[in-house]
Each structure stands twice: as C-alpha cells, then as structure tokens.
C-alpha cells in the first residue's frame, strides 16, 4: 500500500518553472498518429518548514527537477494503433519532500502499484500497447469504442544506481463520450497485485 503519511509542512514557496509541450496528435482519446509530449524544468528556491515529525527528516531547501513525458500513436489500419509511452525524472541528486518526488502507481505507469507506492527523486517508465476500435457509441452519446493492452515497465528511486526492472500489463476500454474520454481498465504484475481503474478525461496526459 501507499504511504499516506506525509509530514506536515508550514511556511510559504518560491520557485519558478519552464514548460515546453508539443501536440499532434489527431484526438484526445485514442489517436491515429501524432505526438504528445512536455518537458518540464523546475527550480525551487525555498521550501516551508516541516513540522511535528518523529524523527529529523532529511531534504534539499532548494530543488532542481527536470522531468519530461512523451507518447507516440501510429496506425496499422483503420481500426488498428499501436502505442509508445515514455517519461523520466531527475532531482540531480538533491533529496526532496515526499510531496516533491516522482510518483507512479497511475495507468501506463506501473499502474498494479498503489499510487504512490513506488516513489522517488528519480525515475523512469517505459510503455508499449495496442488498440483496436471495436465499435462506436450512439451519436448523442459520443463516438468510437476501443479496446487494448499494454506492457508497463519502470521505476522509482533514490539513485539511478539503485534502480529495477519493475513491469506490470493492463487491458481495458476507452469511450469517446459526450463528457470526454471515459476509461475502464485493469493492471496486474507478476507479484499478485491488481487494481482497477474508472476515469474520465484524456487518456494519454
């Protein structure tokens, strides 16, 4: 399970951060080609005080983070994608809050962990699935039906030396409906874990 307690923290931020995003890509649901992606680089100049923890917590005032994500469709037919999903994320060696590090545990990203579950200053995932459009909704309900799996392989952690191979698979379906992309879906990896997904809104962010 995920750890929830995080410490408490008082006092204000200050900080900055450069975004850079590209899109192609021709929907919001399931694509038939085009890029999606976003380089985020972020400088944090001060951070609140920590307050009420047991023990001293160790953490970096200051924080450098550079982290990007990127997907890629492209069709093998009419009803037929294929799919690449990559992201990354450094702290450069500094130590920040656990409000501040790189969490997995969500769809295409190690989705059998709990969210939160595998988190740190640094990490990386690595995606690969298929879709197929199945069918289409009514018209006053939305457009098309597809169905999919996918690989999920990364990590997270303190230092790129202490990485692992983390992998886990998920199935489900994706609607394009009146209120947006609505998706059904479920991850499990090779330990046991299992866990379900209903959302709404685009699928690949």
Do not use: C
Not at 28 to 57: K, W, Y
Not at 129 to 158: K, S, T
């Amino acid at each position: 399970m995920g750890d929830p307690g995080f410490p408490e923290v008082r006092g204000q931020e200050s900080g900055a951060e450069l975004v850079w995003r590209v899109d192609t890509q021709d929907s919001p649901v399931v694509p038939a080609g085009g890029v999606l992606s976003e380089v985020r680089l972020s400088r944090i100049f001060n951070t609140p005080d920590v307050a009420n923890t047991v023990e001293p917590l160790p953490f970096d005032s200051s924080l450098t983070q550079l982290s990007g994500v990127a997907n890629e469709f492209w069709s093998l037919s009419p009803k037929d994608r294929v799919f690449l999903y990559g992201g990354f994320g450094t702290s450069f060696g500094s130590n920040p809050l656990p409000t501040r590090q790189f969490a997995l545990g969500t769809p295409f990203r190690l989705g059998a962990y709990d969210l939160g579950e595998v988190r740190g200053p640094e990490y990386y995932v690595a995606t690969a699935g298929y879709f197929r459009r199945i069918g289409r909704l009514p018209d006053f309900m939305g457009g098309p039906i597809h169905v999919g799996g996918w690989l999920e392989n990364g990590d997270a952690f303190q230092e790129w030396s202490e990485a692992h191979w983390r992998s886990s698979a998920g199935t489900g379906v994706v609607l394009d409906t009146i209120v947006g992309p609505v998706v059904i879906a479920g991850s499990w990896s090779w330990d046991g874990r299992w866990r379900t997904y209903l959302g709404v809104g685009r699928t690949f962010r």
